[in-house]
């Protein structure tokens, strides 16, 4: 090949190269855009989907604020520079705790600790729920403290059955546990792991007892 079909060669692939990577933050930002329409639309308190008068085990806003966080996921790692730039704007707590939980779901070492804090202390069940969901699979050894106090969450709804049988179920404590299941550890609280440790002591001091006993 010719030095003059080599340069040729290489300004194509520059060329293409460039053009490539030019347009994919482009289509990011288009891509954001709407999601974060979404995401007001999910925080607006005039939002009747949003509303938890009625007994549902998951209501319409938590399964679109799953949606939308998946969302966020499919784009990858490149649409952080665009969630990020959007927090400091918002001026709703609400929306920014979401976004914060969308860039920590992203890897955002900045974002895991208050994604952490809402999950456990927010008044937004909504927003706690998402905030666990993307933290589920964030490989971080400091969540296992946090998903234990989670196991303590006070958020729960009833079962949308009719009948007698209706009973309490806690989200945050379900996903936590399956977080904390999913990093082969039991899913427990703190307290209730303490309990289980004494038991244990308890149990392993009267067998001993029991083989001094029959040793005599």
């Given at each position: 090949m010719s030095k003059d079909h080599l340069l040729t060669a290489a300004v194509i692939i520059l060329i293409t190269s460039f053009t490539l990577h030019g347009r994919k933050p482009l289509i990011l930002h288009h891509e954001w855009h709407p999601i974060l329409e979404a995401v007001r639309h999910e925080c607006d308190p005039a939002n009747v989907d949003a509303d938890y008068s009625f007994a549902q085990k998951t209501l319409p806003t938590e399964r679109k604020r799953a949606a939308l966080l998946q969302r966020c996921l499919n784009l990858g790692p490149g649409l952080?520079?665009?969630?990020?730039?959007?927090?400091?704007?918002?001026?709703?707590?609400?929306?920014?705790?979401?976004?914060?939980?969308?860039?920590?779901?992203?890897?955002?070492?900045?974002?895991?600790?208050?994604?952490?804090?809402?999950?456990?202390?927010?008044?937004?069940?909504?927003?706690?729920?998402?905030?666990?969901?993307?933290?589920?699979?964030?490989?971080?050894?400091?969540?296992?403290?946090?998903?234990?106090?989670?196991?303590?969450?006070?958020?729960?709804?009833?079962?949308?059955?009719?009948?007698?049988?209706?009973?309490?179920?806690?989200?945050?404590?379900a996903i936590a546990a399956k977080a904390l299941m999913m990093r082969n550890l039991p899913p427990e609280s703190y307290d209730q792991m303490h309990v289980r440790i004494r038991s244990e002591q308890l149990e392993r001091i009267k067998h001993l007892e029991r083989e001094i006993l029959q040793s005599n």
């Open positions: 952080l520079p665009w969630i990020k730039d959007s927090i400091p704007r918002e001026s709703d707590e609400e929306v920014r705790g979401m976004l914060t939980a969308f860039a920590a779901a992203l890897g955002d070492a900045d974002s895991i600790q208050p994604t952490a804090r809402a999950m456990n202390g927010h008044d937004f069940p909504a927003l706690k729920i998402t905030a666990a969901k993307a933290l589920l699979p964030v490989r971080d050894p400091r969540l296992v403290d946090w998903f234990r106090r989670a196991m303590n969450d006070w958020h729960f709804v009833v079962n949308g059955d009719c009948g007698l049988q209706r009973e309490q179920f806690y989200p945050v404590r």
